[in-house]
């Protein structure tokens, strides 16, 4: 065995965690990438939909983190887990992606509603498979107004179910700050759904 298998920490996430995933020849020749995307692609979009609010967006972001991790696998060291890695790079892309995206579709909707009154755009249809049509609209809608930080807090944490120590190696903020944003999170979602449903309790 060589040195740097034996020094490579072992994992029970996915076989890409092997040192050849950095590797980007490796990774083409022996299928690691499709491998990687297979694994995570359902969780990326689903973070993407719940960062961005829209469906079609989600998907076309989604493109673009594939991309960067395939130009960027060879930067992937070992101090961390593959996943957190990937959702750092993720986030960090949704978030820049999120600020185009507004700022396009500001101008946008400037430029069509010169002369109108009514509403160009609607909000994408609800993800929540769990709760009726409505209440999950409502979710979507209520965490889509949360502060940006908050929100990514809120997403990694309760829909995406990283640990505080993952969340705040994705972030870059420590555990404490984790923690503190996850509660003001919850109790401004709390609050924002209240008067919908009085009975809906934030666990």
């Known amino acids: 065995m060589r040195r740097d298998e034996r020094d490579a920490e072992p994992s029970t996430e996915v076989p890409i965690e092997r040192r050849q995933a950095v590797d980007r020849s490796t990774a083409d020749a022996h299928g690691e990438f499709e491998a990687i995307v297979r694994t995570y692609e359902r969780r990326v979009y689903n973070l993407a939909c719940q960062v961005l609010g829209d469906r079609e967006e989600a998907r076309d972001a989604v493109q673009e983190i594939f991309l960067r991790v395939h130009q960027h696998l060879e930067s992937f060291r070992f101090e961390a ?7 750092r790079l993720a986030m960090n892309h949704l978030l820049n992606y999120r600020r185009r995206w507004w700022r396009m579709r500001f101008e946008r909707l400037k430029e069509q509603t010169v002369g109108r009154r009514e509403p160009v755009f609607t909000g994408p249809e609800p993800e929540q498979h769990l709760l ?5 609209e409502a979710v979507r809608r209520a965490i889509a107004k949360l502060p940006v930080k908050l929100r990514a807090t809120l997403v990694l944490k309760d829909l995406q179910g990283l640990s505080y120590a993952d969340i705040s190696d994705v972030l870059g903020v420590t555990e404490g700050t984790v923690a503190s944003r996850l509660n003001a999170a919850r109790s401004q979602l709390a609050r924002r759904l209240r008067h919908l449903r009085p009975s809906h309790e934030m666990k």
């Open 132 to 136: 009726d049509q409505e209440e999950a």
């Open 81 to 87: 887990k593959f996943s957190t890695w990937l959702y």
